[in-house]
């Protein structure tokens, strides 16, 4: 069935450490998000692309944070260097933008649970 | 940005009971979602409502545009129905959706067998 993919699940890292997450959106989706999940902040989006071009990274903290996607069946989320308050469940979603459309329904994978040491 | 608040914070419920949650959103919307996040993590699309009714089983969800706010109704609740149910939104923005959802602090749900 049809599922966005991240890998790996979980993740603990040393601070200091690069840490790549990767997302596989649901094939033939044009748009890919990266959420970030805190207790303090909730969900948060750090970034999203449509047609693998990056539209918008303004909630992620660019001199540590990158986010790619080398082609249509891959997104990634790179720290580096890591931190401790980079721990947290980071989100991949993918959604079909239409144009001319109402709104983009967004489903979500199941995440990656990052802890820094 | 878009304000979504979400109530109650916590509902503790007996399997069997019906319970409503609330989502209220500061400005119009093209988009609004709701989902439930299980004990494991998972964030599960229940549903995509930015106007009208839906029901899917016991679960059912109105989104009032005009007056920015939408309930999720839950009848007959299981055990399994425990976790966080969101709420989040994208703001209305002449027509272009990018699909940037602002999430609301959830409902915990709670239920008892």
């Known amino acids: 069935d049809a599922r966005v993919t991240q890998t790996p699940r979980h993740k603990v890292t040393e601070m200091g450490q690069e840490v790549t997450m990767r997302c596989q959106p649901i094939l033939g989706h044009n748009t890919v998000f990266w959420y970030r999940q805190t207790m303090m902040q909730g969900l948060e989006l750090l970034a999203y692309?449509?047609?693998?071009?990056?539209?918008?990274d303004s909630g992620m903290p660019k001199d540590r944070f990158s986010a790619e996607m080398p082609d249509a069946t891959l997104a990634t989320l790179k720290i580096q260097p890591s931190e401790p308050r980079d721990s947290a469940v980071y989100f991949c979603a993918s959604g079909l933008a239409v144009f001319g459309g109402r709104g983009v329904e967004a489903f979500f994978g199941q995440g990656t649970r990052l802890t820094v040491v | 940005g878009i304000q979504v608040e979400q109530s109650p914070p916590d509902l503790i419920l007996q399997e069997g009971a019906n319970s409503t949650l609330r989502c209220n959103f500061s400005d119009s919307v093209n988009n609004l979602q709701w989902f439930h996040q299980n004990p494991w993590g998972q964030l599960i699309n229940l549903f995509y409502i930015p106007s009208g009714t839906k029901q899917n089983g016991r679960l059912s969800a109105t989104t009032v545009a005009t007056e920015r706010y939408s309930l999720l109704y839950i009848s007959s609740s299981q055990t399994t129905d425990s976790g966080v149910y969101f709420c989040?939104?994208?703001?209305?923005?002449?027509?272009?959706?990018?699909?940037?959802?602002?999430f609301g602090q959830g409902t915990i749900l709670t239920v008892h067998p």
């Open positions: 692309f449509r047609n693998r071009a990056p539209l918008d």
């Open positions: 989040a939104v994208e703001r209305h923005a002449g027509g272009t959706s990018y699909g940037k959802l602002t």
